[in-house]
């Protein structure tokens, strides 16, 4: 077998995005123990970062060993007990995944369906919370699969009125947009790395408040996963230190090193950022007269979902972007197989010079495919639209 | 908060081990997605890398996405159904463990329990079988909390002729020890990245058989989990390349590059190695008239187990390591706290200068702690021991 030696992608993909070259150091740093004074030391610092980036005050702010589909489950697992009543948004493969683990978790599903790439009004929620005994709400508020931002606050509160939990899914628009886990009254969300961090996948984060943790304290029975047990993932990363696993070292590092990365910039000027370039992108999208899958207003500018032109073969798109342009964009999952492009603007790929040249490429790629576009359309919609709204720091 | 600088500790613990420098070489490597035709040819070089290591044909060989005990739960909730009769050898904090999630997902533990260093006979295993409907027996191969190696050839034999499986623990034995999962017949076998093979935690090798996986496929329920269900974790890792979850990439660089190193050593050389460096320490150990937790020839040479003599803080000993020597030692648990030292000679690590090392700075740290052992006396048996063994290729 040949030495290890990937292609040097651009990744503009669903994710994972492209590792930062600080992150990249921090996982040349020699490994210590699971229990060493310094790791320890590192814990508390990440526990503090993760609660300054989800603006909590929650002590349970920390990464859970393993992928974003692995805090998930850790999500749902604990706080649905058998027969629970849960409402949920489904308008997006993460969504349906959140519902499919509910169930299998025992709990009773109220889904609200909508067309992937809309979203879940605070309307139709209440109206669920009115007519069952629901005691959680489970929201994505950024469909990786749609490329849908979905607003937060308004539904919080409704649960909030009805003494349920609110579980909001931040897998790709952690530090990508708005949120405010305190202010809004979120009761336990969770993201990943590899998107708006830059750092890999293996370590996710995840914050738990203390409404969730009482309902978890007082479950029925135990959590029946011993992995994924809060109460037991808590003794570790508290005073008591109570060995459960061993921590994922490595990604540990390298998320303290992404979180530092995301906070010195300021989460307020990275936002500003990715909103900055996503509009970009979306006005030039247009002026070559394609189509967004999302209404502006709840785009998410981390992950913007491009509608496929009739006739052109989404495959071969992509193929093109990744054997001529050695650059990963995303396919349509689930119900939008085929349907979209999924192009993602994440961490230090959501810059000015990533839109024109995906830009460019999306309209030599279509040109091969025989579907053409005016030539540089799309390119001087977007510096267009930079010129006249300049970043605001 | 302060530029990630680790200290630059020898790490002879229970595990994590020192990362192999080719090992950090791999991390270097440019990420490229999860579903990227250069990952896909990754996954598949790593899954024969896996099936080699474990001597097995399984075409379920490949890391589970978490931590060793992500992979002990990953296997116990696929194979246990409600109210499944489940045979464990329970000597040790690991096997105590996988009784626990035995029991937590739903099955009856029918315990074998023998006092922690000691192993589990074919006798009591096949004396439980005679009383039972047991349909899987589960062993520790490498017990990381006491240092036993447990003798597994007989016990699947018996297991087979009571047509039950056999569920085998090797976290801090793979690679280390003699294994032969198709030889001696074992059905599902897990371990970790971050003992024997020096690379960092994340991504836990696994394999399974055909009669396991046809046992998980005709469950009367799915499996609840659905991070861990291994039929939805095979369509990612087959042909069919279905979207699971996005792989810890950078940990899956590194379990391949680990594993290319201990197959170019060679497993037979590897395991040579570990058993003369094992046992140089013994001599060292026993020579200074302090005792092992094991007997010689159940002693995992990966993982060596040294009593505390009487009145021996053995806390401040291990800091004495930490502080003195920059060198991380582990500690007791559960039953064993405070009653043995665990030295981990795994890897690069597993070496005479180590050896050496190690019991120079357990004499000094015994006499700053009032302990007075015979100046060199270990030392000296231990260099004794190695002229006298020589390495045999």
Not at 62 to 79: D, H, K, V
Not at 273 to 289: D, I, P, T, W
Not at 343 to 363: K, P, W, Y
Request: hydrophobic residues 40%; proline residues 5%.
């Amino acid at each position: 077998m040949d030495e290890l030696n990937p292609p040097e992608r651009l990744l503009l993909g669903a994710g994972p995005s492209n590792v930062h070259p600080r992150v990249v150091k921090a996982l040349l740093s020699p490994l210590v123990g699971h229990l060493d004074p310094y790791f320890i030391e590192i814990m508390d610092e990440t526990k503090k970062l993760l609660a300054k980036a989800f603006k909590t005050k929650n002590e349970f702010s920390l990464p859970i060993s393993g992928t974003g589909t692995a805090a998930m489950e850790a999500a749902i697992c604990n706080l649905v007990q058998e027969g629970d009543e849960v409402i949920i948004g489904v308008n997006g493969f993460f969504a349906q995944r959140m519902s499919e683990m509910v169930r299998r978790w025992g709990g009773k599903t109220l889904e609200i369906k909508k067309r992937w790439g809309d979203v879940t009004t605070k309307e139709e929620v209440e109206n669920l919370f009115k007519n069952s005994n629901a005691n959680l709400v489970a929201l994505v508020q950024g469909e990786t699969s749609t490329g849908a931002l979905q607003p937060l606050q308004d539904i919080a509160k409704i649960a909030r009125a009805y003494d349920a939990l609110v579980l909001v899914d931040t897998v790709t628009s952690f530090t990508g947009v708005d949120l405010d886990i305190d202010g809004w009254g979120i009761d336990v969300c969770y993201s990943s790395p590899q998107k708006c961090l830059n750092a890999p996948p293996g370590a996710s984060p995840i914050t738990v408040g203390d409404r969730a943790l009482n309902r978890i304290r007082n479950r029925r029975k135990p959590v029946q996963s011993l992995y994924f047990d809060f109460t037991l993932i808590e003794r570790y990363w508290s005073e008591r230190r109570m060995y459960h696993h061993t921590a994922p070292i490595m990604n540990v590092y390298a998320l303290r090193e992404a979180l530092m990365i995301a906070l010195e910039e300021g989460l307020d000027n990275r936002i500003a950022k990715y909103k900055r370039n996503s509009e970009a992108l979306m006005a030039g999208v247009e002026a070559a007269g394609l189509t967004m899958n999302t209404e502006h207003q709840y785009t998410l500018p981390s992950l913007n979902a491009v509608r496929v032109p009739e006739g052109v073969d989404a495959d071969k798109v992509k193929n093109i972007f990744l054997d001529r342009f050695n650059t990963e964009i995303g396919a349509g999952l689930g119900e939008l197989k085929g349907q979209v492009w999924r192009v993602g603007l994440m961490g230090l790929n959501s810059s000015e010079r990533n839109v024109l040249f995906f830009l460019e490429a999306l309209e030599v790629s279509l040109r091969k495919e025989g579907h053409s576009l005016k030539p540089g359309v799309a390119a001087n919609a977007a510096v267009d639209y930079y010129d006249a709204h300049q970043p605001i720091n």
